[in-house]
């Protein structure tokens, strides 16, 4: 399907995580070990967030990210305390750049892995429910940005998680209209710079993978030589679809129905429960 990431923590160099561990994303794109697909070449995103600027800044393209030479450069030059980034594979919708991911709205970013099963036939449904003043806004075709356009109709700027929940709600309502049996697979990272909320959930309780790290001083005391890890200090973060390297203890998976919070170096889990959305919304 496709991979991600999230980090937070002191500024790095992109290159840091997409290019330079054993099992970057880079790599996740040519040899996913853990994704239903094995190659994520249909485009890739990145994101991230400058010290004087309210929108973060986006570099998307519809080319293999393997092959595409300004993003090596660009991870090489840009530093940032976080980022979020996305190789794709496409689920029946076209290669392009605006189906790229990450999408954006204001200060926020969202990122999906996984699909609307029978998108097509709920697509009418779900885009009528985006709200009025968001809907000029939706560049794209894929199912994965009326996600992120249904969480912010139903109030993702105030409540992330509440709002991800009311999406998720309503997909699988619809599905279910359509005689969908299990309308919804995802896993889903928001941030507005100053948190990561991410989401590992679907319909038949077979969610796509997803981790997060468990902590970067036991990283540190493993490699206590290796600038990068010193780099990123001891409140660093990441979630991510697959582990970057293969150390036992450093990544935890996230469990199924599962919301996870992490903000200034603490991380808060709940559980993920599908709701309709509230009037006001």
């Not at 990441?238 to 998976?253: A, F, K, N, R």
Request: charged letters at 20%; hydrophobic letters at 40%.
């Amino acid at each position: 399907m496709c991979r991600w990431l999230a980090y937070s923590g002191k500024s790095v160099p992109l290159e840091t995580v997409l290019f330079q561990p054993e099992h970057s994303l880079i790599d996740q794109s040519l040899n996913s070990r853990l994704g239903h697909t094995t190659t994520n070449g249909d485009g890739f995103g990145v994101g991230w967030y400058g010290r004087h600027s309210e929108v973060p800044f986006r570099y998307r393209c519809l080319h293999p990210a393997w092959s595409d030479t300004n993003l090596r450069e660009t991870a090489r030059a840009v530093r940032a305390p976080l980022f979020v980034a996305h190789v794709r594979a496409a689920t029946g919708t076209p290669t392009q750049e605006t189906n790229c991911h990450p999408f954006r709205f204001g200060r926020w970013l969202f990122v999906h892995n996984g699909l609307i099963r029978e998108y097509p036939l709920l697509r009418r449904d779900l885009m009528l429910a985006v709200a009025p003043h968001l809907f000029r806004w939706i560049e794209g075709s894929t199912d994965s940005e009326v996600m992120f356009f249904l969480a912010l109709s139903f109030g993702l700027e105030r409540d992330p998680g509440g709002a991800l929940e009311q999406m998720a709600g309503l997909i699988e309502d619809v599905g279910h209209r359509y005689d969908v049996q299990f309308p919804l697979n995802m896993t889903v990272c928001v941030t507005d710079g100053q948190q990561i909320v991410a989401v590992r959930y679907s319909s038949e309780t077979d969610s796509r993978s997803l981790f997060h790290s468990t902590s970067f001083r036991q990283l540190r005391a493993l490699y206590p030589d290796d600038p990068r890890i010193i780099a990123a200090g001891d409140n660093a973060f990441l979630v991510l679809s697959e582990p970057l390297i293969e150390v036992q203890g450093v990544w935890e998976e996230i469990p199924e129905a599962t919301t996870l919070v992490a903000r200034g170096g603490e991380i808060e889990r709940r559980r993920f429960v599908p709701r309709m959305p509230s009037q006001s919304a």
